[in-house]
């Protein structure tokens, strides 16, 4: 008995084919699921960058709106700066234009202080010039008014001296006590007209000071050694010292004129104080009595030529004692009461 393929477990040809097309359909089919497990895969990583694209392009159409609207926030600064830099422009032109006028102005202005500043020396000059004729109209009155006084305050000594003269002439053995009050009485009359005489002289002629460095001490002791001292006045000097540049002369003359009147003012009965104070640069001195006081009106005259409140005298004592202190570049002022004048003086001129 002849055995088949079949029968011998040989497959035929059909089956074999058959066989590798069933292995090659699994094969393909294994392939195809890797594939698309593969496909899904991308499709995955494909959908997640598509996500992170779209983000990104979300991000930059904001990041362009941001541009956009930056580029036309910048395109109206720009045109803002445009406008500014004409506007600017017009100011420049018009700040050239003011600068050119006030230029202008100001060199009429210029020239107008030039004219001016003539016009002013011009009227200067002759304000120094009409104050040098008041002046001297001034002094010429005075003088005018101080030859009459004069006469008047010299005709009174003069009669003493006559009336005395005619008493001893008609006396040949006169008595020698008689004979001392009548020259007593001759000489207090010479010294009258010989003082009215200094003071007048004194006011008209401005002679050179001759400075030099003194004690004010000793000025002062000086100026009351030429002055007879009531028993009743007592005058209390300053303890301290101060040495100043000036014409020792002159102030010592200032200073016994201010103790005389000082002494005239307590009517030889009171106390006279003096005082020296050092206040850097300067020194102040300042002459206190007790007497009753200066009136209001009187010290607005004081030191005024020709001004007195006494029976007898020129007037002119105060008002030499405030040209002397002026011409130490210094002051002198009074006020009252108790009346103390104080003078102020340079340490150095």
Do not use: Y
Not at 87 to 116: A, F, G, M, W, Y
Not at 287 to 297: A, C, K, L, Q
């Amino acid at each position: 008995m002849t055995l088949q393929p079949k029968e011998l477990g040989i497959k035929s040809s059909d089956e074999w084919m058959v066989s590798n097309e069933l292995k090659e359909l699994d094969a393909a089919e294994s392939e195809l699921v890797e594939k698309e497990k593969h496909l899904t895969m991308l499709t995955n990583e494909s959908f997640s960058k598509m996500k992170e694209v779209s983000k990104i392009n979300r991000d930059l159409q904001n990041r362009i709106k941001s541009l956009q609207e930056l580029s036309a926030s910048l395109n109206r600064k720009n045109d803002e700066l445009k406008m500014a830099n004409k506007e600017l422009e017009r100011k420049t032109i018009l700040n050239d234009q003011v600068s050119l006028e006030l230029k202008e102005k100001l060199e009429r202005v210029t020239q107008k202080e030039k004219e001016l500043s003539m016009q002013r020396d011009f009227l200067t000059r002759r304000l120094d010039e009409t104050t040098q004729d008041l002046v001297k109209a001034e002094k010429f009155a005075i003088i005018g008014e101080l030859s009459a006084r004069l006469a008047h305050d010299l005709r009174n000594p003069l009669s003493v001296i006559k009336n005395t003269m005619d008493v001893m002439s008609a006396k040949q053995n006169m008595k020698i006590e008689e004979r001392l009050q009548h020259i007593a009485r001759f000489k207090r009359a010479v010294q009258r007209m010989s003082h009215q005489i200094d003071d007048v002289l004194d006011f008209v002629k401005k002679t050179e000071m001759m400075l030099h460095q003194v004690s004010l001490r000793s000025i002062i002791d000086s100026a009351i050694n030429v002055i007879l001292i009531p028993p009743n006045v007592k005058i209390f000097l300053p303890s301290n010292d101060v040495s100043i540049m000036c014409d020792s002369r002159k102030l010592e003359a200032v200073f016994s004129n201010v103790i005389l009147n000082a002494i005239q003012a307590i009517n030889d009965n009171g106390e006279v104080k003096i005082r020296v104070m050092d206040i850097g640069t300067h020194v102040k001195i300042e002459f206190e009595d007790t007497g009753s006081g200066i009136s209001v009106t009187a010290m607005q005259k004081i030191f005024d030529p020709l001004f007195t409140t006494k029976q007898t005298g020129t007037g002119l004592g105060l008002s030499i004692c405030k040209n002397i202190v002026e011409q130490h570049g210094g002051t002198i002022t009074v006020k009252s009461p108790p009346t103390i004048f104080t003078i102020t003086l340079p340490k150095n001129m």
